[in-house]
């Protein structure tokens, strides 16, 4: 069974920066499409940022320049910065095709005041 545990969070003023780490058990991520998804409150979980097996990224536009996935053998990151209060939400990491039948994580909260 695939296990997905995110760390990483906290309370930031805007400008600063977070990283955020993804740990699997179960599985090795390092061969797989993985991503960081974002739900912000009261909205929908949408994707922020995507690697695939081969090291490609990609990111969502708000977060272009400022966001950056990487991973080694078993975790995935996300290095943050410039941070703005409208990336304030819950981050998960999961795989890159969201309808892949994984529990999902808890999440790590991320807030960021003006």
């Known amino acids: 069974q695939v296990r997905l545990v995110e760390s990483g969070g906290g309370f930031v003023q805007a400008g600063e920066s977070l990283i955020l780490s993804c740990r699997a058990s179960g599985i090795v991520l390092r061969f797989l499409d993985m991503a960081w998804y974002r739900r912000p409150p009261g909205k929908g979980r949408d994707l922020v940022a995507g690697?695939?097996?081969?090291?490609t990224t990609n990111y969502a536009e708000d977060v272009k320049g400022r966001f950056a996935i990487s991973r080694d053998y078993n975790r995935v990151y996300l290095q943050m910065n410039s941070l703005k209060p409208e990336d304030t939400g819950v981050y998960y990491c999961?795989?890159?095709?969201?309808?892949?039948?994984?529990?999902w994580g808890q999440g790590t909260q991320v807030t960021v005041s003006s």
């Open positions: 690697i695939t097996s081969d090291g």
């Open positions: 999961y795989h890159l095709d969201s309808s892949t039948l994984w529990d």
